[in-house]
């Protein structure tokens, strides 16, 4: 019966769940998209990809991850691993369709939406990235989102690693602003991942 | 240090991502696609099997396989002839001899056999 059989899945944690997928049990993949469905969903708007868009990336990561469920070691989250392959996968996708080159351009424009917005309140992260542009969000999202270091995005962005880095520090500047404009700390520097 | 606190805090609310209200849907969405990829799979695997079971069945008719089983029963009926006068007759060896349906049989087996290791096979890789 297909409702106790989740309910025996909803109890165990990630890695016995990936360990019952390895052997074929679709029900137990099933119990992890449940979990970490919306987290996969949310990281790829949060790159800028549209609702229907972040959703197709996000079935095909699943279903990558559930052909590739034996690399799968359970030394990170087994949500991180499958985020790092959904980010990889919607930037595949921007090259594809020679929309990656248009990050950039469309930098100037969001930057000047984004100056003259709520400055003084506390607001969520979702709000504070609209503020950067298309490739300060996707590298930041993709660094501290999806877990990447400054390299790895650089290689998955087909970037210089200093212009991923720089990505970042502007973006990263601009999110310390938004979200915490009460505490006036100024904080220099950039994510040493890299 | 505030950097740092601030990139932890930065992190987390990366991994603070609300659930969506449509979180089950797309969950049946992906189980549904893995669903018609392992029926595709087990149908891919099955007609690999009958074609794997074809292609022996020919491969056995093209090895003189008749030919064989002809010279197969003239040997087991002189065989059974010499015993005969040797021996007193023996009932298994009158089937024997009387089996070339037997051996069509044992072949179709063999073939079916086959079917089945091949499709495990698939299976396994």
């Not at chain 1, 290689?155 to 991923?164: E, F, I, M, S």
């Not at chain 2, 969405?29 to 149908?43: N, S």
Request: charged fraction near 25%; hydrophobic fraction near 45%.
């Amino acid at each position: 019966m297909p409702g106790s059989r989740h309910s025996r899945f909803a109890s165990l944690h990630d890695v016995e769940l990936c360990t019952h997928t390895a052997t074929g049990e679709r029900r137990a993949f099933g119990e992890l998209v449940r979990r970490h469905g919306s987290s996969v969903r949310g990281l790829l708007r949060r790159m800028g990809a549209q609702g229907a868009e972040a959703d197709d990336v996000a079935q095909d990561a699943f279903l990558a991850a559930f052909e590739r469920i034996a690399e799968f070691r359970g030394d990170g989250t087994f949500a991180g691993w499958v985020k790092r392959i959904a980010a990889r996968g919607y930037l595949r996708r921007l090259q594809k369709e020679r929309r990656i080159g248009a990050l950039t351009a469309e930098q100037a424009e969001i930057d000047a939406d984004g100056a003259g917005g709520d400055a003084d309140g506390r607001i969520d992260l979702d709000e504070a990235l609209k503020v950067l542009g298309a490739a300060e969000r996707v590298c930041v999202t993709m660094c501290f989102g999806a877990g990447l270091s400054h390299q790895e995005a650089a290689d998955a962005l087909n970037l210089p690693l200093g212009t991923v880095k720089s990505h970042v520090k502007r973006g990263l500047d601009k999110l310390r602003t938004r979200l915490a404009p009460a505490d006036g700390v100024a904080m220099e520097g950039r994510r040493g991942n890299g | 240090m505030a950097e740092v606190e601030f990139e932890r805090r930065l992190e987390r609310l990366f991994g603070e991502a609300a659930e969506l209200p449509d979180a089950a849907q797309f969950a049946e969405r992906v189980e549904r696609r893995l669903d018609a990829g392992w029926t595709a799979r087990r149908w891919l695997i099955g007609a690999a099997g009958v074609v794997g079971g074809i292609i022996g069945a020919s491969q056995l008719m093209m090895s003189n396989v008749v030919q064989r089983v002809e010279t197969a029963e003239d040997s087991a009926r002189l065989l059974s002839s010499g015993l005969t006068h040797m021996t007193p007759r023996a009932d298994w060896l009158q089937a024997l001899s009387g089996g070339g349906s037997v051996v069509w049989v044992a072949a179709a087996l063999a073939v079916v056999m086959m079917g089945f290791v091949l499709t495990r096979v698939i299976g396994e890789i």
